[in-house]
């Protein structure tokens, strides 16, 4: 599950809520939904959020008031907000009610990837700040490609599975990508969605908030 806090204003950083949320994935590891619940420390319980997961994608503004942060600091502040204990994810999950969908569609074939290789995008609302582009260089292992288009580049295998991806800018200020190609081999296909989550979760935790999991081959 992602967690994040939100504040009152981008201003004041103290928390007033937690939003938490979990993508629901399709077979071939593309997404398909966002659950997500909020609790706020003036109502105090727990409701389904999909308009909240959907404003903080688009609205620049209430962007600004989240941050993303793991479980340990989600319960912290919730315990100091009042909440008590936590709950446990499986608990949690019993408040998405309301999913918010994510366009789905056959992948493309764009006759540019060889034989049994995937093509993914994992798209990223917000800004890198010079600091968390360089850790995210770090953790992805990037080198510098030349290209003002793409940040930097990297490959590796794992169960005989071979990936590439690339770290790409998409306009100013306004979203990353992440592009990932896979040439699939006799090893497990979960190899892959344990590729993927690492990706998204790698830059997430530079403050940038995931918003889907596309597949165009």
């Avoid at 917000?126 to 360089?134: F, I, N, S, T, V």
């Avoid at 990508?177 to 997430?204: E, F, K, M, S, Y």
Wanted: aromatic share 8%; glycine share 10%; with cysteine.
């Amino acid at each position: 599950m992602d967690y994040y806090l939100i504040s009152t204003s981008a201003k004041d950083r103290f928390p007033a809520g937690v939003l938490v949320e979990e993508f629901v994935l399709c077979e071939d590891y593309t997404a398909a939904g966002i659950d997500s619940a909020e609790w706020g420390s003036e109502t105090g319980e727990w409701l389904a959020a999909p308009e909240v997961s959907r404003a903080i994608r688009s609205d620049r503004a209430l962007r600004a008031r989240v941050t993303p942060v793991g479980r340990r600091d989600a319960r912290d502040a919730y315990a100091y907000l009042g909440g008590g204990e936590l709950p446990e994810e499986d608990r949690l999950r019993a408040y998405f009610q309301r999913r918010q969908p994510l366009p789905a569609s056959t992948p493309l074939h764009l006759g540019t990837a060889p034989a049994k290789a995937r093509r993914y995008r994992i798209l990223f609302a917000g800004e890198l700040g010079a600091d968390g582009l360089a850790n995210v260089q770090t953790v992805l292992r990037l080198v510098p490609t030349g290209d003002p288009r793409v940040v930097g580049k990297a490959s590796g295998s794992a169960d005989g599975h071979g990936f590439t991806w690339e770290l790409r800018r998409i306009g100013a200020g306004i979203a990353w990508c992440v592009d990932v190609t896979v040439r699939l081999g006799a090893g497990p296909v979960a190899t892959l969605g344990a590729l993927l989550l690492h990706h998204r979760q790698a830059i997430r935790e530079q403050g940038l908030i995931p918003v889907t999991v596309e597949r165009f081959a």
